[in-house]
């Protein structure tokens, strides 16, 4: 219900958790907010975004405005902590159905996710493909691997 009109974002470190969380974003465009960011302009990314859900960590939670639901993903793969209107709840992922990856639809220019940066630049995987650059799912990937490694995955 915290997506029904509204865009998940994800305040996460470099990991498996990025990935659980995109999947979990149930095809809603998902803001990714970088840890680099600033309290206040996290708080403004999310606002003007129209964000209901933000995945994130237990590490980094404090960061976020309060009355956002918080999906905490320090226990993915296994489990996840819903904290909404001061309740935690844990979810069992390991008891949820798989992705279906099916379908033949192109959906080149539909956004899937807005990486935003601290200097304000955005990009989306339309901006990706358009460029002629690596699938946004290489993309993606080689991101979080950047970051795994301790590099700054942006070359700033």
Known sequence: RALARRRPALLLNPGAAVICALAASDGHVAEVLG???????IAQLLASAGV???FTEVSLAMRLPEGLVQVWMDGVPLTATVRAAGD???VDLGSHVGLLLEGAVVAAFSESMVVSWRDGATATHADVMRGGGPSVVRETLALIRAGERGEDPHGT
Do not use: I, P
């Open 35 to 41: 840890a680099e960011l600033s309290d206040g302009q």
């Open 52 to 54: 209901g859900v933000v």
């Open 88 to 90: 935690e709840r844990r």
